[in-house]
Structures are given as structure tokens and as C-alpha cells.
């Protein structure tokens, strides 16, 4: 296969009071909000740029939200790469979400005199095991409100066709987490089942033949600076 597409989670972006506010949390989990990259987002997607540049990709495209194309263009203003139009079908998953109770849980923890640093660590902490819950109601087809997996599965193929008749040959994607997760359960489930997580700025990278046919090679890898 001569193609490689490296699909790639934007950098940090803010959380702010999404992590111990029931209604910023729904809106989170029905890709509704759309915050900016922090500071160490920011460093974070410069030297993904110079990462790229090494490993020869010729273009970056971002989804259409805020901090995916944030995410690209620093990373192609570091790394000296073209920066493509957003492509709408990359736009986050909707997953919904699975219980109504979660707002109170979070509130008597989050609100409870307990100093600012660990108040945000409880918030953290919940917002996560949260997301992963709703994700995996949302495979199950339990949450409220939630995008269908085969509009999902619809818009990943539309992704991979239009990478196929592009020019480059080694084209970066900057997504997002669920989006990322179906790509991967798309082409490989099995080995879905062994990770946990798409951190910032990880790696799934496919390879492809241009003629509709893919292979994953990495899965939620994390970046080396050196």
C-alpha cells in the first residue's frame, strides 16, 4: 500500500467547569461545545508539526471545530506543511448521554470544601469515567439523543474516499477522540478492545491503496518529541 493517513486527536483544549456541570457535560457528550486550545495545547501541536514534517506528511486536514483547526494550524505553520479546508465529516460524535443523575453526583463532590486542586481532580476524575460510560451505551445503543453508529460509520467512509482521491500520498487528520475510537473499531475491533484511550496528539495511522482499501498500522500511539 502506498498511502498513509496518520489520524491524529487535537491537542489539549480547555475543559473550564465542563467536568462538574451536568448541562456543559450533555452538551459535551452531543458535540455542542467547542473550546479553544490551552497554552500547552498550543506547544503541544508545534511540535506535532515538526514530528510530521519528519515523518514526510503533505498536508494536514482539521475538522471544521475549533480546536481541530487550531491543532493543524499551528501544527502546519511549525512544521512548514499545507493546510487543507476542514472537512465536515470529521466533525466529533454525538454520543448523548446514558443517565439524567450524573449533575448532583458531580455537584456534592465537586462543590465540597475540599481545596481547588483536588475539587478539579474529583471533577476530572468523573468527567472521564463519564465520557467512557456514554461511549459505551452509545455502541449499545442506550444513550439519549445520541448521532447513529451508521451515520458514524457513513461519514468515516466518506473521510477515507476523500483521502483516497487527494493528491498526497502521506495526508495528517486531526479529529477527535469518539470519532477516532470508530475509525479504529471500524477497521480493526479486536484490538479496539485492548486500549483505553485516544489521548492528545496520539497516532492512528492506516495505510491505504487509494482503491478503497485500508490497514491499520498504529493505534493510538503517543508522539516522541526527541
Do not use: K
Not at 43 to 63: E, F, K, T, Y
Not at 117 to 142: E, F, H, M, P, T
Amino acid at each position: 500500500m502506498t498511502r498513509r493517513y496518520c489520524f491524529i486527536r487535537h491537542a489539549q483544549a480547555q475543559t473550564g467547569p465542563v467536568t462538574h456541570d451536568f448541562a456543559l457535560f450533555r452538551a459535551d457528550m452531543l458535540a455542542r461545545l467547542d473550546p479553544p486550545l490551552t497554552i500547552a495545547g498550543i506547544d503541544q501541536a508545534r511540535r506535532l508539526g515538526l514530528v510530521l514534517q519528519q515523518q514526510g506528511v503533505q498536508a494536514i486536514i482539521p475538522s471544521p471545530m475549533i480546536r481541530s483547526r487550531q491543532t493543524a494550524c499551528h501544527a502546519a505553520e511549525a512544521g512548514g506543511i499545507a493546510l487543507s479546508p476542514c472537512l465536515e465529516t470529521l466533525r466529533e460524535v454525538a454520543v448523548g448521554t446514558a443517565f439524567e443523575h450524573f449533575d448532583p453526583w458531580v455537584a456534592r463532590l465537586s462543590g465540597a470544601p475540599l481545596g481547588p486542586v483536588l475539587q478539579r481532580g474529583i471533577g476530572d476524575g468523573l468527567y472521564n469515567l463519564a465520557s467512557l460510560w456514554c461511549l459505551v451505551r452509545w455502541l449499545q445503543g442506550r444513550t439519549r439523543d445520541g448521532e447513529a453508529l451508521d451515520q458514524v460509520n457513513r461519514r468515516i467512509a466518506a473521510t477515507l474516499a476523500h483521502l483516497d482521491n487527494l493528491p498526497q500520498s502521506r495526508i495528517a487528520v486531526i479529529g477527535h477522540a469518539f470519532w477516532l475510537f470508530c475509525l479504529a473499531r471500524r477497521l480493526a475491533p479486536p484490538l479496539v478492545r485492548r486500549i483505553g484511550w485516544f489521548h492528545h496528539v496520539c497516532l492512528t495511522s492506516v495505510a491505504a491503496d487509494g482503491r478503497g482499501h485500508y490497514q491499520l498500522m498504529d493505534l493510538a500511539r503517543q508522539l516522541r518529541y526527541d
